[in-house]
Nanobody
Framework: QVQLVESGGGLVQAGGSLRLSCAAS????????MAWFRQAPGKEREFVVG???????YYADSVKGRFTISRDNAKNTVYLQMNSLLPEDTATFYC?????????????????????WGQGTQVTVSS
């Protein structure tokens, strides 16, 4: 059974940093693209950043230059380093895994491209 468990969320002041982790199990995650989405109160869930099984990354414009995704395949863990946080980054962050083994192309924003989701971790940025 595939499981994704996020951690690292919390309350931080604007300009601060947080590091989220997503521990994965139940699949050979080194061969799967992973991504982070977020959902702010009253808004749709949106794509934030993704990393392919081969290590290529793709960022939403709103987080470029501030967020960094990485993965440690030996630990089956994906990380999201978030710097220069803004109040508008306040959201529940979700880790997800792409449905296809060693996918060659990814429609990053399409949520139906992913088949398992974590329970989410709350990030709150105060002004």
């Amino acid at each position: 059974q595939v499981q994704l468990v996020e951690s690292g969320g919390g309350l931080v002041q604007a300009g601060g940093s947080l590091r989220l982790s997503c521990a994965a199990s139940g699949r050979t995650f080194s061969s799967y693209t992973m991504a982070w989405f977020r959902q702010a109160p009253g808004k749709e869930r949106e794509f934030v950043v993704g990393i392919t099984w081969s290590g290529s990354t793709y960022y939403a414009d709103s987080v470029k230059g501030r967020f960094t995704i990485s993965r440690d395949n030996a630990k089956n863990t994906v990380y999201l380093q978030m710097n220069s946080l803004l109040p508008e980054d306040t959201a529940t962050f979700y880790c997800t895994v792409h449905k296809y083994y060693r996918s060659r192309s990814v429609a990053w924003q399409r949520q139906d491209e992913y088949d398992y989701w974590g329970q989410g971790t709350q990030v709150t940025v105060s002004s």
